[in-house]
């Protein structure tokens, strides 16, 4: 459903255009439990008039069923749709919720609040542009906030709008809102965002959500759906160095074959010149396929199948990258942030798959950094992660992956840990650097074939001499 537009009656070809031309932002909600996410959006939708007629009459009528908010309607259950979640009256899964305005479209994903469910808040926040941090104006900052915000920091997010809902609560006090500003500006010394913006609502009455309320005569700022239509988020990706993890080789017939995947970062067009790792062989863009034809260029986000004008051996889980441009890192060992989400916790050199770019390595966390006291952000000692702890740490693999620090490209600096036995994803990782470490291969892209030989054989030597000292310094290779 689509706000209404004068153009709709006039020529909807030419709304419809405009529309599919409309930015699209991604935003997150999130927060501690029961500081009203859920009903935030449930207000948005309904407010901005994206709700059909025979939705608002269900959420009606299981308002009236489940009870939550006594003879008003219940916006929540817009987006929790699980029975359990409608029971308890939490969100336990991350929901997604589409709408748009005149200036853009949106894709929201509404996340859980509970500490039980933090990896699934993580996941929302790994594709988002925004975060929405909603604070009780009753409870104030809590520990999940605190740890909500370092999650969504430490997964590139910049751009944050903290909303302080349940005001009418607090009888719209100003007083309540500016105390509740102070107590988050704390906690940004901790934080890597670029700008906060703060606005008091009522998700319930939807005050300052959509529209302005009259209960707030203090607040003149913008409402919470203006600042969203206003912020300008940067795209770092799109201006980054080319890189395409290629996910599938497509070979209808005999006379094709492309690489299929998604465009990690920058762009790329025929006639530019790709280097394949981790082989180093190099070729030119012969054409970019997608299924409405040939393109030109092929930007950040965009699916596409490229063919190339030479032969070379590529399988899924290799890399295309501009052969003018820095390369990326292909090393067997690197630094990195984990946000762990295993009941089990985890140990030095047990065993784990990690997913990186399109590849999935065997590999074990060597050492320890720190761990973060999500209360204080402080670095403290730490031998293992619990659920829902965050530390630094060194992975060493089994064989080298080719990545970018997160900071440089999320899609090719960010990773999950796989548990093996059971194959469940038990959590996931910010790159922060490449690092040297006994059995790690460093590779530079550049390298000939016989340079990366003989840096595999100097490797395979020294990790005989490790493992096998009884051998002396005999040499296999």
């Not at 500081?35 to 059909?52: A, C, E, V």
């Not at 489940?66 to 939490?90: F, H, K, P, S």
């Not at 094709?256 to 920058?266: D, L, Q």
Request: glycine share 8%.
């Amino acid at each position: 459903m689509t706000p209404h537009s004068d153009l709709i009656a006039e020529n909807i070809h030419e709304y419809l255009d405009r529309h599919e031309r409309k930015d699209l932002l991604r935003f997150i909600t999130c927060g501690s439990v029961d500081d009203g996410k859920s009903t935030l959006i449930g207000r948005l939708l309904h407010d901005s008039k994206q709700i059909y007629e025979d939705q608002f009459a269900a959420i009606q009528r299981d308002s009236r069923r489940y009870n939550t908010t006594e003879d008003d309607v219940d916006l929540a259950l817009l987006v929790d749709g699980l029975q359990a979640e409608r029971e308890q009256g939490i969100t336990i899964d991350v929901a997604y919720r589409y709408f748009s305005t005149e200036r853009r479209k949106y894709i929201i994903a509404d996340c859980p609040g509970h500490e039980q469910y933090t990896r699934n808040m993580a996941t929302g926040a790994s594709t988002c542009d925004v975060a929405v941090i909603l604070v009780d104006a009753v409870q104030g900052v809590r520990t999940q906030t605190r740890r909500h915000s370092f999650i969504v920091s430490q997964l590139g997010v910049r751009q944050v709008i903290v909303a302080v809902n349940k005001m009418d609560l607090q009888g719209y006090d100003k007083a309540v809102f500016e105390a509740i500003r102070s107590q988050y500006l704390t906690l940004m010394t901790h934080l890597d965002f670029e700008s906060v913006h703060f606005v008091p609502i009522s998700a319930l009455r939807g005050e300052n959500v959509v529209a302005p309320g009259d209960s707030m005569p203090w607040y003149q700022g913008e409402t919470l759906l203006q600042l969203l239509d206003s912020l300008e988020v940067s795209r770092k990706g799109s201006q980054g160095a080319f890189r395409f993890p290629v996910q599938f080789v497509n070979r209808p017939n005999a006379g094709f074959r492309g690489f299929s995947g998604s465009i990690a970062a920058g762009e790329i067009r025929p006639g530019d010149r790709v280097q394949a790792l981790p082989s180093g062989r190099q070729s030119r863009v012969k054409e970019i396929v997608t299924a409405d034809g040939s393109l030109s260029v092929a930007r950040l986000g965009q699916a596409v199948t490229l063919t190339l004008q030479d032969e070379i051996d590529i399988s899924r889980g290799d890399m295309l990258v501009k052969a003018d441009e820095a390369p990326p890192h292909i090393s067997a060992a690197f630094d990195a942030r984990i946000v762990w989400m295993s009941t089990d916790a985890l140990h030095l050199d047990q065993p784990y798959l990690f997913k990186l770019a399109g590849r999935l390595v065997p590999g074990r966390v060597e050492q320890f950094a720190h761990r973060i006291d999500i209360n204080s952000y402080e670095t403290l000692p730490a031998e293992s992660l619990s659920l829902n702890e965050i530390g630094s740490s060194r992975v060493v693999l089994d064989a080298p992956a080719i990545f970018d620090a997160y900071r440089q490209c999320r899609h090719t600096g960010g990773f999950i840990v796989v548990d093996p036995q059971s194959n469940a994803t038990v959590g996931c990782g910010m790159i922060e650097a490449a690092a040297s470490s006994p059995g790690a291969v460093e590779a530079a892209a550049g390298l000939s074939a016989e340079a990366r030989l003989a840096a595999f054989e100097r490797e395979l030597n020294a990790m005989v001499r490790k493992h096998f000292p009884h051998w002396g310094a005999k040499e296999v290779l």
